[in-house]
C-alpha cells in the first residue's frame, strides 16, 4: 500500500446523476470506476474532492469533526467547476454509509490513528469540447490512516518554492484535482533537497506565505497573537478554523487573519502547518532564497502543543466539543 492509507477498506458509496440530477446512491465493494475514455476528468479536469475523518473515542462512539463544512466546501467547488451540487441528504447518507460499513477498519481509540473519508465528483461521459459534463459520479471511500508527514508531533524543515499552487484568481480556493497535479513538482524538488514540504508563496507578489503544501499556515507571534494568512488563493482549511477558535475561546488568545511576510517570517516564535491530513505539524524551520529562519528553539512550541492536544481531545472525545462540531455515527 503505497503513502498514507494503511490499508484498502471493503465498501464505497456511489451515486449518478441521471439527466444532470442527482439519484441516491448505494454501497458497493468495487473499487473501479468503468468510464468513457473522453470523460471530462480525464482531460480538463472536472474533479473535486473532499477529506474529513472518523474517529473512535474515549467512550466507543464513532463521530466525524464538523462534517457540514466540507458538504460546503464541497458544493462551493462545484459550483466553481460547474457541476450540480450534492443534496444534503444525499452527503451524509453516502458518508455515514461508508463508514457504518467499514467501522471494523476505524483505528481503535488510544491509537492517535483515524478513518480517512475522500468524497469525490467527477465529469463524466463521452465530452472532447471543452464545457461541462452531462454527467456526474459521486463517490466516497475511505482508508484507516496514521499521520500524514512522518512522525506525529515532530517539527519539520520547509523550503519556498518559486512555483505557485493556484493563480490569484484562480482555483486555490477549491478543492479541485489539476491544484495536486500542479503541485507534484514543487514538492518533488523539495523532498530531494531535503525537505519535508514546500511553503507556497502568494501568487502575485511571492512576498507573502500562502500555504504549507496540502495544509493552511499559521504562526505565533512574540505576543502570542496567532496569526493565519489572508489570500484568495488558500484552500479555506475547516482545521485552521478550528484552531482559530480554539485559541480564541480556549487559550484567551488574540487571533489575526492577516498578511505574512516571508521576509518577516522571524516575527513568529512559533509556526505550523494545519488541515485534515496534516492535523497540526509544527514547522521547525522555513528556508527561502537560501535563508534559514528557525522557529523558537527548533523544538515543538508550547502553542503548538496545546493547539494540538485540544485539537486531539476534541477529536477522540476526550474534551467536549464545542456545540456543533462533531457528528456521532449511529
Ligand atoms: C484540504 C486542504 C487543506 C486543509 O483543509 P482542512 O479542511 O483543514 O482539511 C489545506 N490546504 C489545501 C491546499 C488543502 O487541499
Known sequence: MAGYALKETEYRYRAYTKDGKWE???????????????????????????????????????????PDLNLIRLNEGLDRIVAPRIPEALFFEAVEAVVKANIDDIPEYGSQKSLYIRPFVIGHGMNLGVKPSEEYIFSVFCAPVGTYFAGGLQALNFVTTDYDRAAANGMGKVKVAGNYGASLYPRQQALDAGYSG???????????????????????????????PKSSSILPSITRRSILWIAEHMLGMKTEERECFIDNVSEFKEAGACGTAAIITPIKSITHKGKVTTFGDGEVGETVRKLYDILLGIYYGEIEAPEGWVLEVK
Do not use: W
Open 24 to 66: 441516491t446512491g448505494e454501497l458497493t465493494t468495487d473499487k473501479y470506476l468503468h468510464i468513457h475514455e473522453g470523460s471530462n476528468v480525464f482531460h480538463y479536469g472536472q474533479g473535486l474532492f473532499e477529506g474529513l475523518k472518523a474517529y473512535k473515542t474515549k467512550k466507543g462512539t464513532v463521530q466525524l469533526f464538523r
Open 198 to 228: 514546500v511553503i507556497y508563496l502568494d501568487p502575485s507578489t511571492h512576498t507573502k506565505i500562502d500555504e504549507v503544501g496540502a495544509a493552511n499556515f499559521f504562526g505565533v507571534t512574540y505576543d502570542n497573537v496567532l496569526v493565519t
